[in-house]
């Protein structure tokens, strides 16, 4: 469905590439997660599937078309929520009434579930909401849409914890078929439940005649489904004297050790995202 091939691209007046080369793929009815450290290009990308940003080269397409040329019948199938945005001065009601009709599947029922669980007022203004009580209406705005390609930007910054719980049953209650969802975000806790899908993004360098080095661009350092990792991979603890020869990787815990290890036995396995997204960028798990 979304094929990101080879794009490469640089912010003017940067230095260096956000990308050279980079390639995804995306399949329909999944929930991607899209991890990486602060300015590795997360942001950017989603930037570029919505058609906002345009690659220097390489091709960005959601069923063949590419959203850079900013034809309408695509840009309604697609949903950017960012990490940062301003709402006009409208109440929820009307700013519905206004953007809605962009958007052919749009659901009012989805909508009106969604701002019921958020205690969210349609005749409240939105000028005059927090960032948490903005935030809520946008995913659920989002939600509503019922377009193919959700993108979405730390889509948890400024929730509290009761609104990151609705918010992972809410994802999981109204997606519908056909449809993508890529999720980038820093606070993995918020969302592991919900995916099914892991890409990490980060930096490669490359070693120059001198002997320095020379960066190029942000890669994808992982990109696997969740089912295809917890049959190679089990995620264990381990009391403190226990054997953890084993490991593909581990870190300290107050009571012991939080390990990989080569899932040999095919047990069931819950994956530690935090554990998985420092074993990746340390190159322990490809």
Do not use: W
Not at 48 to 75: C, W
Not at 182 to 205: F, K, M, N, P
């Amino acid at each position: 469905m979304i094929q990101i091939q080879n794009i490469s691209y640089k912010y003017a007046g940067a230095d260096s590439l956000v990308f050279d080369g980079l390639s995804l793929s995306l399949e329909e009815n999944r929930i991607y997660g899209l991890l990486g450290r602060n300015g590795v290009g997360k942001s950017t990308l989603l930037y570029l599937m919505a058609g906002l940003l345009r690659p220097a080269k390489g091709t960005i397409l959601i069923d063949g078309r590419e959203p850079r040329r900013r034809e309408p019948d695509l840009l309604q199938e697609i949903y950017f929520v960012p990490d940062e945005f301003t709402f006009p001065s409208l109440t929820v009601r009307r700013y519905v009434d206004r953007y809605a009709p962009f958007y052919p599947r749009f659901s009012h029922e989805v909508l009106n579930a969604c701002l019921k669980d958020f205690e969210i007022d349609m005749d409240g203004r939105l000028d005059g909401f927090s960032l948490g009580q903005k935030k809520r209406v946008m995913v659920s705005f989002a939600l509503a849409t019922q377009c193919r390609v959700l993108l979405m930007d730390e889509p948890t910054n400024g929730l509290d914890i009761p609104a990151k719980v609705l918010f992972r049953k809410m994802v999981a209650r109204h997606i519908g078929e056909g449809q993508t969802i890529l999720i980038s975000t820093h606070q993995v806790y918020d969302v592991d439940a919900l995916l099914d899908h892991v890409i990490v993004l980060g930096r490669l360098e490359q070693q120059e005649g001198s002997g320095s080095k020379k960066g190029k661009g942000d890669v994808v350092l992982f990109d696997r489904s969740l089912a295809d990792l917890t049959e190679e991979y089990a995620f264990v603890y381990r009391s403190v004297g226990e054997d953890c020869s084993d490991a593909v990787y581990s870190e300290p815990t107050p009571q012991g050790h939080a390990l990989i290890v080569k899932n040999e036995d095919g047990q069931e396995t819950t994956v530690r995202m935090e554990l998985l997204f420092n074993a990746v960028v340390k190159g322990f798990v490809k």
